[in-house]
């Protein structure tokens, strides 16, 4: 071969390497992971990128356990990167991988190629986190470690106190553990990774409950006796309550971490309410007389002050007291103050005249019937209505019994007059319900005899002008609607047999026509009525009750304002059903046939 062919030859093959040179730098490797380029430590030059991808993945072995939680008992946990929720971002990973010598164009591209051939690349992988993930798998560790304080407690057992001691409690901090975590998860080396444990202290330690074991011992050291301060006679007390008694009532409770002993408010609430029944004293009002010419109040009887147990206060007290070792502990009083004292004045209330006047008579009343209204008229002596108040007749007037000083008279109990203690108290009911009516108040409870009684007719009062009552079911009520107080004062005429209530206030000008009573004709009350009697002697016929007759009758009231405006109209209807005649007989006495005829001639 001569020289000049060889040199063609050789310039050929020059030409053929450079050209292949050129395609394998460029069109060859422009879908292509440039050869010397390592993602960490697995070559990808050459693949193409769905390849270059999975040979990545296989390399990266996200699925092999190399992360161990390390547990405060030394236990251990496996977990690969993907159980925590570690994840190849795909995308994000292979413009990594083809962006070196895939940038420029032209020549600077093929000189970036052949560097990475000559001296290789190496590039990172981009994960993505997804932290519930590796949160909920913390979250089942936490399941299995967690446990709660448990406070010292400090019980009963009988009358005895006793101490269960506490224990600290541990809970899995999983924030500071994934904190510590995450920078593992950017390298995928085998890793320990401590758990972080948080200890919890229990509220109660050991000390406090042997601090209130101390305390619950000295508060059963000895009975409770509970005192009532300045006791008055006749009033209860003291009350002993014994050890093994105080001991059920005993509360040992955590609160704010320390624990409290002392008795339970609910269980004392209930002991202490039975003590302050038995010592409540309502207050008592002072009683006043109206001096007419001197226009002022007289004392008639002094206010006396109510008292309460102040029931909070004395539950505050024994509990402090106990846990101080006192165990005689004084009741927490309440003064209750009287409405009206010694310092209230005429003018203080607007009394300044007489106002209406109310009167019924007595005369021929037995002298217990006599005694009962006297003693019932003095309950109403004095008595204050304020403005608004409504007044009871039985409220003011108290129990009616023997021993508070009735004598027993006629009473009407179903359709019969009988022996009853506090005959005669109607007519003190009557005389009130006229006094309001004059007075033009409001009547809202009034209820009529069951027969005509003649006592409440004698002065020209005619038949329904009158009131019954019948503690607690039958009232006599009405509204003090004025401005001003009402005084009522009782005035009894001896001589006369009168009973008055005399209303002492301001008038407002209001004026009261009365219209009636107005009745019908009366009704027979038909034969006597006679009862064998096998306990009276022979021969005996006693007359038990006068015959009544029957009679419907009307009482009305029209109330004018100062104006002269109507402010009520009132209608007092009265049903007196016939009565007869009632006798008692005994052995050996033929009572009178149906003609009527009688022993005694009625």
């Given at each position: ?9 050789v ?9 292949g ?16 380029l ?10 193409r ?16 356990l ?8 030394e ?28 940038g420029d ?10 560097g990475?051939m ?51 409690g541990?809970?899995?901090d999983i924030t500071?553990?994934?904190?510590s ?13 401590p758990?972080?444990?948080e200890?919890l202290q ?17 508060m ?15 009033d ?19 609160e ?5 002993v ?5 269980m ?6 039975s003590?302050?029944?038995a ?13 007419v ?31 101080t070792?006192?165990?005689?502990v ?7 103050s ?21 009167e019924s008579?007595?005369v ?5 019937r ?10 109403f ?12 007749f ?15 008279s ?7 007059t ?10 003190v ?18 209820w ?37 107080h ?15 209530f ?5 008038s ?11 009745w ?7 034969l ?24 419907d ?13 109507v ?15 009632r006798?008692v007989?005994?052995p ?15």
């Amino acid at each position: 071969m001569n020289r000049l062919t060889f040199v063609v030859v050789v310039a050929a093959l020059l030409l053929l390497t450079l050209f292949g040179l050129l395609l394998l730098l460029g069109p060859v490797l422009e879908s292509r992971v440039i050869p010397g380029l390592r993602l960490w430590g697995a070559a990808l030059g050459g693949l193409r990128a769905g390849d270059a991808l999975v040979h990545a993945e296989d390399y990266l072995a996200l699925d092999a356990l190399r992360v161990v939680f390390v547990g405060p008992d030394e236990q251990r946990w496996s977990f690969s990167p993907a159980d925590l929720g570690v994840s190849v971002a795909a995308e994000a990973t292979l413009t990594r991988v083809l962006e070196p010598g895939h940038g420029d164009g032209g020549w600077e591209a093929y000189r970036e190629r052949v560097g990475i051939m000559q001296q290789g690349a190496v590039v990172a992988p981009v994960f993505v986190w997804n932290r519930n993930r590796a949160e909920a798998q913390l979250q089942t560790l936490a399941s299995q470690l967690d446990s709660l304080p448990q406070d010292a407690v400090v019980y009963l057992q009988g009358a005895e106190v006793h101490i269960e001691a506490s224990s600290i409690g541990r809970r899995l901090d999983i924030t500071a553990t994934l904190a510590s975590l995450e920078p593992h998860l950017r390298f995928l080396d085998p890793v320990e990774v401590p758990l972080i444990i948080e200890i919890l202290q229990p509220e109660v330690n050991d000390e406090e409950a042997a601090q209130a074991l101390e305390m619950a011992n000295v508060m059963l050291a000895e009975p409770l006796t509970l005192l009532l301060p300045n006791p008055q006679e006749g009033d209860p007390g003291p009350w002993i309550l014994k050890p093994e008694v105080v001991s059920q009532m005993l509360a040992i409770r955590p609160e704010e971490g320390h624990v409290v002993v002392g008795l339970d408010e609910a269980m004392l609430l209930h002991y202490l309410e039975s003590l302050a029944l038995a010592l409540h004293r309502d207050p008592v009002d002072a009683q006043f007389r109206y001096d007419v010419v001197a226009k002022e109040l007289v004392i008639a009887s002094p206010s006396q002050p109510g008292r309460d147990v102040d029931l909070a206060g004395t539950i505050a007290r024994i509990n402090e007291f106990l846990q101080t070792g006192q165990h005689l502990v004084p009741l927490v009083l309440q003064t209750i103050s009287p409405q009206y004292d010694e310092t209230t004045s005429a003018a203080d209330l607007g009394i300044v005249e007489l106002i209406a006047v109310g009167e019924s008579y007595f005369v021929g009343s037995s002298s217990a019937r006599d005694h009962n209204i006297r003693l019932g008229a003095s309950k109403f002596d004095g008595v204050l209505v304020a403005p608004g108040e409504t007044f009871s007749f039985n409220t003011f007037l108290g129990e009616v019994t023997p021993d508070a000083g009735y004598d027993e008279s006629y009473v009407i109990v179903g359709d019969r007059t009988v022996p009853g203690v506090g005959g005669g108290i109607c007519q003190v009911a009557t005389t009130a319900f006229r006094a309001a009516f004059y007075a033009g108040y409001p009547i809202i409870e009034r209820w009529p005899h069951a027969y005509r009684v003649g006592y409440y007719e004698l002065g020209g009062f005619g038949p329904g002008f009158d009131a019954t009552i019948y503690s607690p079911l039958v009232d006599f009520r009405f509204v003090n609607d004025s401005s001003h107080h009402l005084l009522i004062q009782i005035e009894i005429d001896v001589a006369r047999s009168r009973l008055q209530f005399l209303f002492y206030s301001t008038s407002d000008g209001r004026t009261v026509e009365q219209i009636g009573p107005e009745w019908g004709d009366p009704v027979s009350p038909g034969l006597p009525v006679y009862e064998y009697d096998p306990t009276l002697p022979s021969g005996a016929i006693h007359k038990l009750e006068s015959a009544h007759d029957g009679l419907d009758a009307v009482l009305e009231r029209v109330v004018r304002d100062a104006e002269g405006k109507v402010l009520y109209r009132d209608r007092f209807e009265s049903h007196f059903v016939p009565w007869p005649a009632r006798y008692v007989y005994g052995p050996d006495v033929i009572p009178p046939d149906a003609s009527g005829e009688s022993g005694d001639g009625e």
